[in-house]
């Protein structure tokens, strides 16, 4: 029997955790589990990954192909099936949306595998670092010191993950609305991260999410390339921040897009890249919807 996995959310934790004094493999879990459909919580059959694969293509502009996806996430799962092959499991995850809703799913998976030994890092806060969103902030020296505070993780931790993983699949605001009000919260993080999701919900007056005002917020205030808008809206964010450039790239997109544009995108084909599908990042200007022309 192997002797022990590590599964993180981030390609950055992944290579910092390699780097780093602690032994074991280490295994990068990519999705985007707050989002998109499912159908059902738990482990997904091929048409859930499909469907995912396709939504995943469309909210990266067609930046990552929807057959590529597919295979990668196929491959995931076979791993973390694999994963019964070790004799401990080290889950390594931040507190932010994005990542409480990854190890809700992860845990739920391996329970329904019989997979159980394993045990959560989960650091909202470091010495030393502010404003602190989560371990990709992290030395390999400073991952192996929080590494001490690694926890099994309990059978009602188990449990509390599916119905988490279970809310999120569903998109389910009763459920969490439930899981905001749950006393003494198995998962402490995701009371927090559940009200986060539930900022992006349209504002009943502006029809924007939280993200997408601070996006509208940051061009209007005349931020007029993408990194300075970022910076911005990751100002207006509280930490720990859950979302990344392609996340944002897909809230201007979406801002440019509206009938009519709240803004105004000029570079190759009018929309911000959202990976690595139409060029460099910094040939793109935004500018308020009906602003002059540069």
Wanted: proline share 7%.
């Amino acid at each position: 029997m192997k002797h022990e996995l590590h599964i993180t959310s981030g390609d950055i934790v992944g290579s910092n955790l390699e780097r780093s004094s602690i032994e074991g493999d280490v295994f990068v879990w990519h999705d985007i589990l707050y989002d998109g459909p499912r159908g059902a919580a738990g482990w997904p059959d091929a048409e859930t990954i499909r469907r995912r694969a396709v939504f995943l293509e469309q909210a990266t502009g067609g930046g990552l192909k929807k057959d590529w996806i597919r295979q990668g996430m196929e491959r995931d799962y076979v791993r973390l099936k694999a994963a019964a092959d070790y004799k401990t499991i080290t889950l390594w995850f931040d507190a932010c949306l994005f990542d409480q809703a990854m190890l809700a799913h992860l845990l739920t998976c391996m329970d329904h595998a019989g997979i159980t030994n394993a045990g959560l890092v989960c650091i909202d806060a470091f010495p030393g670092i502010e404003p602190y969103h989560g371990v990709g902030q992290l030395t390999p020296e400073q991952l192996a010191s929080a590494r001490e505070g690694r926890c099994p993780v309990s059978d009602e931790q188990f449990a509390f993950a599916k119905q988490v993983d279970r809310a999120f699949a569903f998109q389910d605001r009763d459920a969490f609305e439930r899981l905001i009000h749950t006393p003494l919260c198995p998962l402490p993080w995701v009371p927090a991260a559940v009200r986060r999701w539930l900022q992006e919900l349209p504002d009943p007056d502006t029809g924007l999410g939280r993200l997408e005002q601070a996006a509208f917020e940051a061009v209007r205030a005349g931020c007029d390339t993408p990194a300075a808008a970022y910076a911005f809206a990751a100002k207006m964010e509280t930490p720990p921040q859950f979302w990344g450039d392609t996340t944002f790239y897909e809230k201007l997109n979406g801002l440019a897009r509206r009938d009519p544009p709240l803004i105004r995108i000029e570079g190759p084909g009018g929309v911000l890249p959202q990976w690595e599908n139409l060029g460099d990042i910094r040939q793109y200007k935004l500018l308020p919807a009906g602003a002059g022309v540069s």
